[in-house]
């Protein structure tokens, strides 16, 4: 009898993850390296951030704390709602995890039953089908191309719903796109949500904050008031606040989905790390000029690694409305053989021959269910985009 769970045989470890791990371990060993491959900004957390949780420790907040959130925090992320969202929400409507990504993993697991599928428009975020099934449920990937600029269309949605969906997850601005929908895109979406009473509405709203141009950042509870009851409008601090490494996400929702999370929470890790949760009351509560900064500094690389890209050999690289990744199209590389003698017949060779030929780590478009494509993280110092790209340029030139 196998010791591993069956479970696992259904998962894998996240690619994003390990692309990381193989850039980090090829420049230890003295490779010149850029990576282009994480999902985190390069800034350092703001001080006023960093002094908050250095006050927590000072003053002994350094004990458990209520399981899903201190009340100072479920208070600020009401605020941050009504006033970012228009969004109204009472204290038992929000929960607070260890990471975006807990709390997406909790309401997974605590809702899905054999058999029921949620729909996952692709490219997405490498740990959406992978948390469905260790949920038990069925992911149902929805791909959408280059043509409708990475969306999914209302018709597309209405013909994936049958009587076994129970979720729709919603992702805008993208990880791994980019694309962000607008008002009149999302109101589409939810007025085919509406004839379906069943489906529920994951939004991961996670790059809310990193919109570039004149784009209006929505969330589908804002847009469908009649959707509100059967929405769970999921954030966190890890890229507005530069946070990552702090570990602090949060979602809000009907009472009794919010609750059904806590149990799940209360049962495996308990509360996320008080500091960090005192630190995250301070990036809500505290100022919020660092988000304009920010994005100024990442659309000026959006434009910059766009229009580079765009001039490598066989990529076609669309121009995305947010957070900090491009996800250009390789096909007009596929079937050729790079200058080091690599054959290029899946976006994982290229990405693959990038890495060993040029010392440029990107992950790969079959990772995210949408081929095929590679995804860039711009999220580097504009030195480094400028080279990464020129190598880039270089090799796709160098195809033959
Ligand atoms: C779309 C999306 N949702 C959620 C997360 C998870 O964020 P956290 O680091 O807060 O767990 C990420 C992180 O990469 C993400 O890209």
Request: glycine residues 8%; aromatic residues 8%; contains cysteine.
């Amino acid at each position: 009898m196998p010791f591993i769970s069956d479970t696992l045989a259904r998962v894998k470890p996240s690619p994003t993850i390990a692309v990381t791990n193989k850039a980090r371990e090829l420049k230890a060993s003295g490779k010149d390296v850029i990576g282009l491959g994480a999902g985190e900004p390069d800034f350092d957390t703001p001080d006023n951030i960093k002094a908050a949780a250095k006050r927590a420790i000072d003053e002994g907040k350094t004990k458990y704390t209520a399981v899903d959130g201190i009340p100072e925090l479920k208070e600020a992320i009401c605020r941050k709602f009504a006033r970012e969202n228009a969004l109204t929400y009472q204290p038992n409507q929000i929960t607070v995890g260890t990471g975006g990504k807990q709390t997406l993993y909790n309401a997974l697991m605590a809702t899905l039953n054999p058999g029921d599928e949620v729909i996952i428009p692709a490219p997405y975020w490498v740990s959406y089908p992978d948390m469905v099934l260790l949920a038990g449920g069925t992911p149902v990937a929805v791909e959408c191309g280059i043509d409708t600029n990475f969306k999914l269309t209302p018709a597309q949605l209405e013909a994936a719903i049958t009587p076994k969906t129970k979720w729709f997850i919603f992702n805008s601005p993208s990880n791994p796109t980019g694309a962000g929908y607008s008002r009149s895109e999302l109101k589409a979406l939810t007025d085919v949500l509406m004839k379906h009473p069943q489906v529920w509405v994951m939004s991961d709203d996670m790059y809310e904050h990193l919109v570039f141009d004149d784009f209006e950042f929505v969330s589908p509870a804002q847009v469908e008031p009649g959707l509100y009851d059967r929405t769970l409008t999921c954030n966190g601090v890890s890229k507005a606040y530069a946070m990552t490494g702090w570990r602090i996400g949060y979602a809000a929702g009907p009472v009794e989905l919010i609750k059904a999370m806590g149990t799940i929470q209360s049962q495996s890790t308990s509360n996320p790390c008080s500091i960090a949760q005192y630190a995250a009351v301070e990036a809500l509560n505290g100022p919020q000029d660092f988000l304009a900064e920010n994005k100024k500094t990442f659309q000026r690389r959006r434009d910059l690694v766009v229009s580079m890209l765009n001039q490598a050999k066989g990529l076609t690289c669309p121009r995305p409305e947010g957070a900090f990744y491009v996800y250009p199209d390789i096909s007009g590389c596929i079937g050729k053989t790079s200058a080091g003698g690599a054959t290029i017949d899946s976006d994982e060779a290229f990405a693959t021959a990038l890495l060993e030929e040029t010392g440029v780590a990107v992950v790969f478009g079959a990772a995210f269910g949408l081929s095929p494509n590679f995804r860039v993280s711009y999220a580097t110092s504009d030195e480094a985009l400028e080279e990464a790209c020129s190598r880039i340029q270089r090799f796709c030139a160098g195809l033959k």
